[in-house]
């Protein structure tokens, strides 16, 4: 493989790009006309013009990525995450035209892409699942009621074919079940072009586990450890570290066996992961999906293992990648991530888009990695994810890499929007996380505290 289109933007695509030039591979990128001149197109041997600012006719026209890849002689093609990641049509008309999809395979994708047909077949393969129902069309609810009764309030009504915290509603009792549902429906045929949706029952105090998993595409997978990703807000994450806190070694030693049995079920090639809900209660953990693409978090495990997935992933496509066994993967130290956002913490984390006047991260800080995609004087567009940064700490152990990224939030400078860096110095600070008590519903539960508290950073006010 001697050059490989990249069909992303921003943070993912500079990620990959550095990747492949790591291996000696060429990158093309491809890019809107609202990101002509982005980092992704300087960093890129090459940069195509695709279409349009907003996303569905540019970077979702699977058609002008590809002629763009075609043009230049593109040998294989990495869809990052988001987008066409998922895209088992994509991922078809790349094959058709020549190019190696680096990811798994087509039926791997759509098997773990339908939630519904993901969990029976993590059931068939004895990893536990929450108590769900059928699969539910708009005009197919004949069942709704029964189906709820049995799975039990609180619930959450999913969609389908979602993802990342899109498509998800709770629902705790039944007279705002049928509301919940249409409107879920309408969001999922509108974000996936799948209104379909099930019911799955809510675990009150839960926490939101990954198992990131690598298959060799012939029946054979690893682990390479676990993530903690339960710090979310309106259900997407936004701090993630390895190892994580206060779960039993038994459990996440069958977590991890569940999570490899599964994927190896799918005789998956390449870098995916197995995410599981536990009860903060009872340490019981369920599957709950199965990304079938690299994830926003893959940084924490490579500083804790030393794999660099996105190599790894372009090495097996290529079919020159080495294959280590489940022992020889060891994990050293720890390692948290925080991701940097254009959002107003105080308005429901609303995206505030913007020109980025002046932008300082901490670069050259020990034990800090920066992946990014944006550079001073860049903005940050409505079209498309706020991100600005992800910053990854890592050291010997926690409260280090805890330390270590404590300083890094308080040297980090953003002007011209608003951010969530002083929410995030709030939050890593706060007694709770300090203490690894943490489960989804702690940024909600905490918010007066850790909203208060930004605000006394913002104004240089220890806490």
Known sequence: MKRILVANRGEIACRIIDAAH????????????????????????VAVAIGPSPAIKSYLDMQAVLDAGAQHGADGVHPGYGFLSENTAFARAAQARGMK????????????????????????????VLPGSVRFAPDDLWQLESEAARVGFPLLVKASGGGGGIGMKRVDTMDTLHA?????????????????????????????????????????????????????????????????PHLPAAVLERM???????TA???YSGAGTVKFVVDADTNEFFFLEMNTRIQVEHGVTQAVTGWDLVQAQILLAAGSMERVEQDAIQRRGAAIECRLYAENPAKNFLSSPGKIEALTLPV????????????????????YDPMIAKLIASSTDRQSALTAMANALAVTRIEGIRHNVAFLSALIAHPGFVAGNVDTGFVQRESAQLLAASSAVSAGVAV
């Open 22 to 45: 790591g291996l000696g591979i060429e990158a093309i990128a491809v890019y809107s006309d609202a990101d002509a001149g982005a980092k992704h197109c300087a960093m890129a041997d």
């Open 101 to 128: 999809w680096i990811g798994p395979s087509v039926e791997s994708i759509e098997n773990m892409g339908d939630k519904n047909r993901a969990r029976n077949i993590a059931e068939a393969c004895g990893v536990p």
């Open 180 to 244: 919940t549902v249409t409107t879920t429906q309408q969001l999922a045929a509108k974000a996936f072009g799948d209104p379909g949706v099930y019911l799955e029952r809510f675990v009150p105090r839960a926490r939101h586990i990954e198992i990131q998993v690598f298959g060799y595409g012939d029946g054979r997978a690893v682990h390479l450890f676990e993530r903690e990703c339960s710090v979310q807000r309106r259900f997407q994450k936004i701090v993630e570290e390895s190892p994580v």
């Open 256 to 262: 991890s066996a569940a999570a490899v049995a599964l």
């Open 265 to 267: 079920s799918q005789r």
């Open 364 to 383: 050259g800080l020990d034990c800090m990695r920066i992946d990014t995609g944006i550079r001073a004087g860049d903005a940050i567009l409505l079209f």
